[in-house]
Every structure is written in C-alpha cells, then in structure tokens.
C-alpha cells in the first residue's frame, strides 16, 4: 500500500514539474493538442472550482476529436460536481459529445436536462436519432421543437428529411416540404439536395426530378442523388442518360456518383458503357472506396463478365461480406455451382469475414441452377445444425424447393413444403409451379397455382403459368376459364421485353414488335435464318406456343419472341465476330434458348442472354447453363 501511495506521489510530482507552469486555457490547449489528453484530465480536476468555460469547452473538444468516452464522462461529471452551470453552448457540445461516441442514452439525458435549447440542441438530438435509424423519435422532436416556437434552420429540415426517405415516410415528406417552402428555404442548396433525396429514396422520382430541374444550383451531391434515385427504381436508361448530361455540362463525379452509375448499368446489362465507366475512374484516379469496387464486381458479372470481376475481387484490399456474395452471386447466375463451392469454401478459410443470410442464397441457389442438389442440401443441413451461426428463413426455404423442383424431384419438393416449419409464401409456391411446368406435373401444379392465385391475386405471372400447364396437356377449358378469370380481375400479362447495347444507344423489342424503325429489315433476316438454321437442324419447338391454332401460325408467334428479334437485330448492326447481348424482363424460352444456341453455331457469334433468372453465355452451340436454368 505503502508503495502505491509513494508511485501515485512520485507521478504528481512529476506532472507538476512538466506541467505545472501551464495554468491559462492557451496552455491546456496545447496539452490537448499535443495528445496529452490524459494530464489535461488531472489538470482539470487539480483545477477544481476554477475551471471555466473556455477550458472545459477546450477539454471536451479533444474528447469528441478523439472520441474519447471515459474522458468526456470525466468533464461531464467535474461539471455536475463543482455545480458549474454550463452555458447552453457547452450543454450543447455535451450533447454532441455522447451523440459523437454513440452514446444515445446519455445524449437524450443531457438534452432533456438543458435548462433551454436552441436550434443547434434540437437539431443535434434529431441528427442523433435519425443516424441511428430512429426516424419515428427524430420527428416526434421536430414536433416538439416547433410547439416551443423555435424556428428549423436548413440543418434541422436537411436532417428530418432522411427520416422520410422511406415510402410510408413520404407523406411526412411533403408536410416538411410545404414547412420549407413557407421558411423560403426551398432554393438553399443543402436543403434542395435533401428534399431531392427524400423523393427519390422514397420513390417520388417526379417530384424530385422537378426539385432537381428547379435547384438554382447544382453540385456532385444532388446529381448523385437524382442517378441513384432512378437507379435504384429500376429506370436505368434515365439513370444513364443524366450521368450523359453530367458529363456534358463538364461536372466532377465522386465514387458515390460512379457506383450508382454502375448500378445502372448493371441493370440493362450495357457492357460497353460499363466499361467506359469504369475507365473514368481508373482516369479520375479517385481511391477504391470498397462500394466502388462491389460495384464494379456486380457491374461485370451482370454483364457476363466473370474474369474482370474475379480480378477485381482478387485485388481488393479490403473486402466486405457485400463483396463475397457479389461475387458469389454472380457464379450462381451464371450456373457454375462448383465455383461457388470454392469460393464459399475461401471465405471461410480465410475467416475475415463471417457468412450471412445472402451468403447462403447464393451458395442455395448456385447448387439450384448447376445440378448441384446434394451439395445444397449439405449446406442447408448445415444451416438448419447452426453451424455458421445463421438461421434459415423463409428464402432459405425457398431456395431448396427451387432446387428439388429443378431437378425433377416435384414430389419431394411438395413433400418438403408440407413438412416446413414456416408457413410457404408466394415464392415458394411459385417454385413449385415453375417446376411442375417444366416437368408436366399437372396435379401438384394444379394445386399450387391455385394456392399462388388465392396468395396474390394480382400477380399475372401466376395465372400465365397455370394456364400454359394446363395447355400443355390440352387442356383448353381450363385455359379459357384462367383467362377469364384473369379478365374478371382486371390482371393483363406483362409483355416479353428485350434490350441489346449497339453502339451505345439502348434498342428496346417487345414480342411481335411492329414499332421498332428497323423491324422490317429484323424480319427480313429472321425469315433469311430460319431457313439457315432448319439446315443445321433447328425445328420450331411448336408445344411452346401455347395457344389453339394451327402450326404454322404457332411458328409465326415463335418468330415474333423478344429476343429473337433483339438476336437478329443483333446480326445486322453488329460486326462479323463481335460478341451479342441481350437482355430479356422474363424467362428466356426453350424454344428461343435452342434458336440462340444454333445462331451461335451458324455464324460464329458469341451470344450472352441474361433473362430475369440467370445468365446464358453461349459458344460454337454450348451454352454455360447446360440447359439446365
């Protein structure tokens, strides 16, 4: 004891010697800023009673520079000892402190203990709230604070805005909108880019197209917002025509504006814009910011691309779990289960990062699309052991059906829903129903379209299956009273879509197009394919027109499919050699998947069909899914 108290003395002395002279506020300054936090600590409580407001708030600043928990405490609690009464700054910068070392509890304690608040205190306990996810308590105090009469600045409306950005936030939203207008802050820049960014994320794309269209200013920030809000919403070529417009108007873009971009592109699978993208980063040489690179990786793996995005990955400095199961995800759809075997097999030997839910539906569906169903049934027991520490959920589910039912195990895959510990949404049964076509099981199917149509009445995609099953069989009055049903709730089918890049500019095929400015000359060359194509043995897989009426007006409806017509549209604006890609919004066809597979041998063309699915890479007739998909 006796040797503590002498070290503890000896450490005194030796403080006071060092810094002893240091007794102005200039001087804790430089303790603080020489890293010295821990003697401006003793230094304030030697002080005592004669601490002011200048070196607390000097104090406190290093502590929220360093975010340094124990030593805010330290000066929270020399306030509340020596009964200093803290101004309603330093309460305020108290506030900040606790928010700033995520201490929320203890933020809303000091806030609720401040003799008054200003706009910087509401603002700064709304802020905290709303990082947090806690936007119903951010707004519940945006509420209280107007009641007490103190007027928002551009701060507190930019940051009740983010509390709004989801769909049942959008009415909030425009309430705080009309509060921004009546403030006059709706032409504030900061303030503009927030609203902007609430619509988009909450899907109000329009309106904030008209906020963005009206800004008297723009910077990176709200372009950014406006590109990832019709991203995000699906409306790519929107998306890429305003990052056109960025780069006309001669405007910087940050790796947020790139990887929204990416997002994009990703979406239409436009490969040659792509690349163009990613060299203005490489030109910009802006930092491989981790969301950039996944971007990346999901950009080129949705293109076809899976060697440039391994490359990528390979060379990542740093990787995420978003970066595995991009990666993952990108072998599963491109049906190469073995690789994703390996690579799931690497992030777990490496043990930087742990597997979550989206790892496991990668790895599920992999197996599912590539043959693989002992594998994944492995997985999924291993799953169902906790092994990894992850709970199967309803998708997990799902994914197995998807797998039993691929494989032609339709009984088991019934079998293994009936027995499920969860109750079987949509997606399951919709699996089951998909499967049951393929493999003509007419009873099974018969009851899980039904189920599907009582689940989601609305959904057209449901009724279109049952009746195709149905006409399968020929069974006709069953497909007149589907469609009649269909009638009766007012559900239209969607139409098959396909796109194809050429040259940068996006064209757009719907089944039996008539609109597009080249369609007589597709025809043309479809007419002049067929015969070429019946030569090397292709015949019109007639079942798959699944309508009543004769065969040569079945083959006539075969002809006029989506990506058929993209395919031949392909041909004649493309050069000898170089690569065809499509993209189609629904499955893509046995029949159009043989079509493509004999193009590829006839005129020696690379072919890459991505449908809603899976990807299908075809060379010299072989496609990578092994028409298995």
Same mark, same amino acid.
């Given at each position: ?10 450490? #005194? ?11 102005? @506020? ?38 929220? +520079? ?7 405490? &330290? ?24 928010? %700033? ?64 950005t989801r769909v049942p936030g959008l009415d909030y939203g425009k309430q705080v909108h009309s509060l921004i207008v009546k403030n006059s802050f709706e032409s504030h820049l900061y303030v503009g880019c927030s609203l902007l960014d ?21 910077? $990176? ?26 780069? #006309? ?15 994009? $592109? ?14 203005? $980063? ?19 793996? +949705? ?7 391994? #490359? ?9 779990? *978003? ?60 799953? *169902?052991?906790?092994? /990894? ?61 039904? &189920? ?7 959904? !057209?995609?449901?009724? $279109?299956?049952? @009746? ?12 007149? @009273? ?10 239209? +089918? ?45 015949? !019109? ?22 990506? %058929? ?21 629904? &499955?893509?066809?046995? /029949? ?12 020696? &063309? ?7 699915n899976r990807f299908h890479h075809i060379i010299n007739g072989v496609c990578s899914c092994g028409d298995y998909w």
């Amino acid at each position: 004891m006796r040797q503590k108290i002498h070290l503890l003395a000896t450490h #005194r002395f030796q403080f006071t010697r060092q810094f002893g002279s240091f007794l102005t @506020s200039t001087n804790l300054q430089t303790l603080c800023s020489n890293s010295h936090l821990n003697y401006a600590l003793t230094y304030m409580a030697k002080l005592g009673l004669e601490m002011n407001f200048q070196e607390y708030d000097t104090i406190l600043n290093e502590c929220i +520079k360093q975010k340094c928990v124990r030593g805010g405490q &330290r000066v929270h609690a020399h306030v509340i000892k020596t009964q200093y009464q803290p101004t309603l700054y330093l309460g305020t910068r108290l506030l900040v402190f606790y928010n %700033k070392c995520d201490c929320l509890y203890d933020a809303r304690k000091v806030f609720d203990e401040m003799p008054e608040r200003n706009v910087v205190a509401w603002t700064a306990m709304m802020s905290a709230y709303s990082k947090r996810g806690y936007g119903c308590e951010a707004l519940d105090l945006f509420v209280k604070m107007l009641r007490s009469g103190i007027d928002p600045n551009e701060y507190t409306f930019a940051t009740v805005l983010t509390c709004c950005t989801r769909v049942p936030g959008l009415d909030y939203g425009k309430q705080v909108h009309s509060l921004i207008v009546k403030n006059s802050f709706e032409s504030h820049l900061y303030v503009g880019c927030s609203l902007l960014d609430m619509y988009a994320k909450a899907g109000g794309i329009n309106e904030a197209r008209f906020i963005f269209e009206e800004l008297p200013e723009r910077d $990176v920030v709200s372009w950014t917002a406006i590109i990832s809000g019709y991203a995000q919403l699906g409306l790519d070529e929107d998306a890429l025509e305003l990052f056109r417009r960025l780069l #006309r108007e001669g405007m910087d873009s940050n790796y947020v504006t790139y990887a929204s971009v990416l997002t994009a $592109v990703s979406g239409i699978a436009a490969y040659e814009m792509g690349k163009q993208i990613h060299s203005h $980063v490489l030109r910009s040489e802006l930092p491989f910011y981790v969301v950039l690179e996944n971007s990346l990786i999901d950009m080129y793996t +949705k293109c076809g691309q899976l060697t440039y995005a391994r #490359r990528i990955f390979d060379n990542m400095s740093e990787r995420t779990v *978003i970066s595995w199961n991009t990666m993952l995800v990108g072998y599963s759809k491109h049906g190469m289960a073995r690789e994703v075997a390996k690579l799931f097999q690497l992030m777990r030997k490496e043990n930087q990062v742990k597997p979550d839910k989206v790892t496991f539906l990668a790895i599920l569906s992999g197996c599912s699309h590539g043959e693989m169903e002992s594998k994944g049934l492995e997985i999924f027991d291993e799953m *169902i052991s906790g092994k /990894d520490g992850v709970v199967p959920d309803i998708e997990h589910y799902g994914c197995v059906v998807d797998m039993l039912g691929r494989a032609g195990q339709v009984e088991k895959a019934f079998e293994f829903i009936k027995q499920m510990p969860l109750e079987p949404n949509a997606a399951i049964w919709g699996s089951l129903l998909g499967a049951c076509l393929v493999h003509s099981n007419v009873e099974i199917g018969e009851v899980a379209g039904h &189920r599907l149509i009582d689940i989601e009445p609305e959904n !057209p995609g449901n009724y $279109v299956i049952l @009746s195709n099953l149905f006409a399968c069989r020929g069974r006709w009055d069953d497909v007149r @009273s589907i469609r009649s049903l269909m009638e009766e709730k007012a559900v239209a +089918k969607d139409p098959g879509k396909s796109w194809i890049e050429i040259g940068q500019i996006l064209h757009t095929f719907q089944a039996g197009d008539q609109l597009h400015p080249q369609i007589v000359e597709v025809y043309d060359k479809m007419k002049e394919l067929l015969v070429k194509l019946k030569e090397y043995g292709y015949s !019109p897989d007639l079942s798959r027109v699944l309508y009543d009426v004769d065969d040569e007006q079945k083959e006539k409806i075969l002809l006029g499919h989506s990506e %058929k017509l993209a395919l031949a549209f392909g041909l004649i604006s493309s050069p000898q050699g170089k690569p065809i890609r499509i993209i189609k919004n629904l &499955r893509v066809c046995v /029949d159009c998947h043989s079509f493509a597979k004999v193009v590829s041998q006839v005129c020696e &063309r690379e072919v890459f069909m991505r449908d809603k699915n899976r990807f299908h890479h075809i060379i010299n007739g072989v496609c990578s899914c092994g028409d298995y998909w």
